[in-house]
């Protein structure tokens, strides 16, 4: 039987079930209003190492061990880790899972990393190639703006449509089959869309455009509408980019603003000076693994959908003036009491 539903979308047959999810976060995190969700806040930007690379990859070590605890799933029990970050080939993930013994992926999706290990992994599960997966992923504020724009040292402006990018790691630990919980039961993978935006600053706008071909793709392909979820979130398109993406909804004649936001607009309050909010892998992945998958297994929501974003420019193409390429990846999570 196909699983196949329109061209970007597959529904599972038997959705995996999230075992469990932890989120590790820095200082600026922990001072905003998802603080209580969070599973660690440390208060030192270095995580007890010398650098900044370093301290990200210790950031989701620690993020990785934690979900396997709260899971109760020994790293040697795993069939496969999906992973990747923003740095260059990867090494936050790479080093964090060096040691794990467990056959990795490593994944590059920018800020949309999230969702694309989502997805990969719970095909995996219902493939059959697999029977117990993590999807996890991390940013560091300190290490992608060493990476992307200036060293700190050199405390240059930011513009008013800046992001912040997340000091933050998140990690879902998914099984077959089995308990009652959140479940992923649909995923759409998403195409590059290119708006022919080159501002490295207004990243929201240059992923808004991606994330409306995505949901739009979703919902013709599945049938379903945006009334059909309890919440929408992208991820991470900031303010300024959700503002974006609302007006280009508005005029395909969507209109469901009340059960739509965005991870970057929710992690950080305005008074913490972010400009248009939070962005990087770890913004969406931290509040997924902690404030969103809290509500679905509450009962305080029954169905997500979850769409994280990504930008896939580079510094090198973008001092070469090349535009910003960007992509939207999106995953149904449910709260199912039997599968």
């Not at 209580?36 to 190492?49: A, C, K, L, R």
């Not at 620690?62 to 709260?70: S, T, V």
């Not at 503002?243 to 607009?265: A, H, K, P, W, Y």
Request: aromatic letters at 8%; glycine letters at 12%; a negative charge.
């Amino acid at each position: 039987m196909s699983k196949r539903l329109g061209k970007q979308t597959v529904a599972f047959q038997n959705p995996p079930w999230v075992a469990a999810g932890a989120c590790v976060v820095g200082k600026k995190e922990g001072e905003g209003p998802l603080a209580e969700w969070f599973d660690v806040i440390s208060q030192d930007s270095y995580f007890g190492e010398k650098s900044w690379e370093k301290a990200e990859s210790t950031m989701l070590r620690h993020c990785f061990a934690l979900c396997c605890d709260k899971a109760k799933t020994a790293p040697s029990d795993l069939h496969g880790i999906f992973a990747g970050d923003l740095l260059n080939q990867c090494v936050s993930s790479n080093f964090a899972a060096r040691d794990t013994g467990v056959p990795f992926f490593g994944l590059y999706g920018a800020c949309s990393t999230m969702a694309e290990g989502l997805t990969l992994a719970a095909m995996a599960l219902d493939g059959g190639f697999a029977e117990t997966v993590c999807a996890m992923t991390s940013s560091h504020f300190c290490s992608a703006e060493r990476q992307y724009r200036l060293p700190l040292e050199y405390g240059g402006q930011r513009t008013p449509t800046s992001q912040w990018t997340v000091t933050g790691a998140g990690a879902l630990i998914l099984k077959n089959g089995g308990g009652s919980g959140a479940h992923i039961t649909h995923a759409t993978a998403g195409r590059i869309v290119d708006a022919g935006i080159t501002d490295m600053n207004n990243m929201g706008a240059a992923m808004a455009p991606a994330a409306l071909d995505t949901l739009t793709a979703h919902f013709a392909d599945t049938g379903r509408s945006p009334q059909s979820y309890d919440a929408v979130i992208t991820g991470d398109l900031g303010q300024h980019g959700h503002n974006v993406l609302m007006e280009l909804f508005r005029q395909e004649g969507l209109e469901f603003s009340r059960i739509f936001t965005d991870c970057g607009v929710l992690i950080y309050s305005p008074e913490q000076d972010t400009h248009c909010g939070g962005s990087g892998c770890g913004c969406s992945a931290s509040v997924l693994a902690g404030y969103i998958l809290h509500q679905i297994t509450e009962g305080e929501w029954n169905r997500v959908l979850f769409a994280a974003t990504g930008a896939l420019m580079s510094p090198t193409t973008a001092m070469q003036g090349e535009t910003i390429p960007a992509i939207c990846h999106a995953v149904a999570i449910e709260n199912m009491r039997e599968v």
